[in-house]
């Protein structure tokens, strides 16, 4: 069965760093997402992108976040400047055509800020 | 308000009883609606999605009242491994929100 991949799965880096999270989206789907989920906190939504380009983000996308999808295979996350309240699990997501299907998970990146 | 509130439990139950919770959701124009189940530090996973005339998956049925914006889970005949967070999952457009989860404890 397809599945959603990440890498790494675990990262540690010190405040004030840049990171870098992958993901290989399953292979036929076309919108992509981040989620993060902060220790025993929900789950909560970063960024949609379609098409080459974010189709929608949250308010805690800011300027520090951004994502590419630098070939045809990877999505990336990229973290400019960590900050310590960035430590958190975060989970890519993909889904089919029309972007209304079922997302996939992958099984995260815990990403600790030090 | 939360866009998605979840009565956190926990909920212990013994093998084999029935367990039911609710969400609610604040955002009216939501349009599809989902339960997700997730394991301690995994992540989310479909357990079902959730249709107005209700619908069932095995032992989970799920039901949706648009009119009081409310989905609830009920678990029939449960068993060990369903302990998890259940997560309800709202989505309007492209992005899923989720509530905080509710978590279920079956014990032997």
């Known amino acids: 069965e397809p599945e959603v991949t990440q890498t790494p799965s675990h990262q540690v880096t010190q405040m004030g760093q840049e990171v870098i999270l992958r993901c290989v989206p399953i292979s036929n789907h076309l919108y992509f997402y981040w989620y993060r989920q902060i220790l025993g906190q929900k789950v909560e939504f970063l960024v949609s992108?379609?098409?080459?380009?974010?189709?929608?983000k949250s308010e805690i996308f800011d300027d520090q976040f951004s994502v590419e999808r630098p070939d045809g295979s990877n999505f990336t996350l990229k973290i400019r400047s960590t900050k310590l309240e960035d430590s958190a699990m975060y989970f890519c997501?993909?889904?089919?055509?029309?972007?209304?299907?079922?997302?996939?998970f992958g099984p995260g990146t815990r990403l600790l800020v030090l | 308000r939360k866009e998605v509130e979840q009565d956190p439990g926990p909920f212990n139950v013994p093998e084999g009883a029935t367990v039911a919770f609710n969400c609610t959701y604040s955002?009216?124009?939501?349009?599809?609606f989902f339960w997700y189940r997730q394991d301690c530090r995994k992540e989310p996973k479909l357990l079902m999605s959730v249709y107005s005339s209700g619908n069932e998956d095995g032992r989970f049925t799920a039901q949706l009242n648009r009119a009081s914006q409310y989905i609830s889970l009920l678990i029939r005949d449960s068993k060990l491994s369903d302990s998890a967070t259940y997560l309800c999952?709202?989505?309007?457009?492209?992005?899923?929100?989720f509530g905080a989860g509710t978590t279920v404890t079956v014990r032997a």
């Open positions: 999952v709202v989505t309007g457009d492209y992005k899923l929100s």
């Open positions: 992108f379609y098409n080459n380009e974010i189709s929608e």
């Open positions: 997501a993909s889904s089919g055509p029309s972007g209304r299907e079922t997302q996939y």
């Open positions: 955002n009216s124009a939501s349009q599809s």
